[in-house]
């Protein structure tokens, strides 16, 4: 097999080829996208029990020093004063033209230190040039690996291990340790279940992901690749810049760029901030939606694949970004890009996917859990 070749190296890279992957490259890393079985396997032990997944590939940074917060606050689409220590969000980041160009989640661990997480976007190097001139300092910590155990049994895995994980709100971390390893563990992830991403050093990431999943075992904790968050993410719908994005899907007449409006994540400015970067043109952009972000559901269990273009009466009103078809609930289902008239529920639509035709309806988003209370939970 030809292993990706990648400048990024992940610890469990051999666990990985163990269980049949070929490593492909995910934002410069060599990824266990797919292992030999079937990834709705890996859907539904997510779902269902628990499922322990390599996400290394995520950059990691830390933003350190007494300007940190400042830099953050104007890259960022959040009001960092608010994100204490010990607490985490998920932001968004803008260009000048208010348009979308990477999310990452913050970590605030100290008055003056922060750690960002984040994808495949411009976020490394918009605050590589913020520091500059500032009493800030900007490390890419790549030995830092995060291992993301996600499903309602992780709770009671990591409960055998960690006092008061089970205390633990959404969107909050702590330092501890784990089978002696130095981790930090976040209630955080990408499923829509709940579960937790453990950050821990490179020299310990062998260990921890071993012991997972031998001890795990009986509750049903398995190993499970990348592209289950395929699955996951349409049924939460948790978007994978730059797969539902222009980058992928460009406008006709115009360069690429999404408001935050029409991607559904204008929730992650903060109410009235209007000092970060970009600010003015995203207000600006609010009723002038080219596209939404929206749901389809459709019959039978055939899947809709990134590009299929989405029809209503005859007429051309959006593109599929990523399809699934759920064992669970028996339902395919897709995310699109579709012209705003039609992002409301209950339209029936065709789904063009090379020379089969699929029907369905428009479906509000998301599909599984909409009040988010799996993630949420308290106990």
Same mark, same amino acid.
């Given at each position: 097999m030809n292993m990706a070749y990648s400048w990024r190296h992940s610890a469990l890279s051999d666990r990985h080829s163990a269980l049949g992957s070929a490593l492909e490259d995910w934002n410069g890393m060599a990824t266990a996208w797919t292992y030999r079985g079937d990834v709705q396997d890996d859907y539904v032990a997510?779902?269902?029990?628990?499922?322990?997944?390599?996400? !290394?590939?995520?950059?990691?940074?830390h933003l350190v020093g007494p300007h940190a917060s400042a830099i953050l606050n104007y890259a960022t689409t959040r009001?960092?004063?608010?994100? *204490?220590p010990g607490r985490s969000a998920y932001a968004t980041v803008l260009n000048d033209q208010g348009k979308f160009i990477d999310d990452c989640i913050l970590y605030r661990t100290g008055p003056n230190s922060w750690m960002v997480v984040h994808g495949a976007g411009a976020l490394h190097e918009v605050l590589a040039g913020m520091v500059v001139g500032r009493n800030a300092s900007l490390l890419f910590d790549d030995d830092l690996h995060d291992l993301s155990l996600q499903g309602p049994a992780a709770v009671e895995f990591l409960a055998q291990h960690i006092p008061g994980i089970r205390q633990? %709100?959404?969107?909050?971390?702590?330092? *501890?340790?784990?089978?002696?390893?130095?981790?930090?563990? &976040? @209630?955080?992830?990408?499923?829509?279940? @709940? /579960?937790?991403?453990?950050?821990? %050093? /490179?020299?310990?990431?062998? @260990?921890?992901?071993? *012991?997972?999943?031998?001890?795990?075992? &009986?509750?049903?904790?398995? $190993?499970? !690749?990348? *592209?289950?968050? #395929?699955?996951?993410?349409?049924? !939460?719908?948790?978007?994978?810049?730059?797969?539902?994005? &222009?980058?992928?899907?460009?406008f006709e007449q115009e360069p690429v760029g999404d408001s935050l409006w029409e991607l559904g994540l204008e929730f992650t400015v903060s109410p009235k901030k209007t000092d970060f @970067?970009?600010?003015?043109?995203?207000?600006?952009? %609010?009723?002038?939606?080219?596209?939404?972000?929206?749901?389809?559901?459709?019959?039978?269990?055939?899947? $809709?694949?990134? /590009? #299929?273009?989405?029809?209503?009466?005859?007429?051309?009103?959006g593109v599929v970004t990523c399809g699934m078809f759920s064992s669970l609930t028996n339902q395919s289902m897709a995310l699109a890009r579709l012209d705003p008239s039609c992002a409301q529920a209950g339209i029936a639509i065709e789904v063009h996917s090379g020379?089969?035709?699929?029907?369905?309806?428009?479906? &509000?988003?998301?599909?599984d859990d909409p009040k988010k209370t799996k993630r949420t939970v308290k106990d």
């Open positions: 997510i779902r269902t029990h628990a499922g322990l997944m390599d996400v !290394s590939g995520l950059k990691k940074l009001d960092v004063r608010k994100i *204490t633990l %709100k959404y969107f909050h971390h702590m330092q *501890t340790v784990l089978f002696g390893a130095p981790v930090m563990i &976040s @209630r955080t992830g990408y499923t829509g279940e @709940r /579960g937790y991403e453990i950050f821990c %050093k /490179g020299e310990d990431a062998p @260990r921890i992901w071993d *012991t997972i999943l031998a001890d795990g075992r &009986s509750l049903g904790i398995v $190993a499970t !690749s990348f *592209t289950a968050l #395929d699955l996951l993410r349409v049924e !939460s719908y948790l978007l994978f810049y730059p797969y539902d994005n &222009s980058e992928m899907y460009p @970067r970009g600010a003015a043109a995203h207000y600006a952009l %609010k009723g002038h939606e080219r596209i939404k972000i929206y749901g389809l559901l459709l019959d039978g269990q055939d899947v $809709a694949q990134g /590009g #299929d273009a989405v029809y209503a009466q005859g007429k051309k009103i020379e089969k035709v699929f029907k369905g309806i428009t479906h &509000s988003l998301p599909f």
